[in-house]
């Protein structure tokens, strides 16, 4: 069972990252998907996610209109596209999957915003 991210990086002001999150030994349709972030010296927070396999999403105010969350089951991975990347964005950026009882999580990838 595990979740590896994929595609942090290095990004100017202004600029557009997607990360991506690829599952593998479950059944990646069933698990409800989601992003986090965790920055130096804060909590983990929220990002996006799924709020159930129906599609419905949910955004963090601070990435409203910037950040897109989507899914391709057939490639069991989920992405995350981020887009006018502000200095404050940068984290590190963690996968959840989850169906009641079970949780996991990826082991993160670095998003530094910077010029």
């Known amino acids: 069972v595990q979740l590896v991210e994929s595609g942090g990086g290095l990004v100017q002001p202004g600029g557009s990252l997607r990360l991506s999150c690829a599952a593998s030994?479950?059944?990646?349709?069933?698990?409800?998907m989601s992003w986090y972030r965790q920055a130096p010296g804060k909590e983990r927070e929220l990002v996006a996610g799924?709020?159930?396999?129906?599609?419905?999403?949910t955004y963090a105010d601070s990435v409203k209109g910037r950040f897109t969350i989507s899914r391709d089951n057939a490639k069991n991975t989920v992405y995350l596209q981020m887009n006018s990347l502000k200095p404050e964005d940068t984290a590190v950026y963690y996968c959840?999957?989850?169906?009641?009882?079970?949780?996991?999580w990826g082991q993160g990838t670095l998003v530094t915003v910077s010029s």
């Open positions: 959840k999957g989850v169906r009641p009882p079970l949780e996991v």
């Open positions: 030994g479950f059944t990646f349709s069933s698990y409800v």
């Open positions: 799924f709020i159930s396999n129906g599609g419905t999403t």
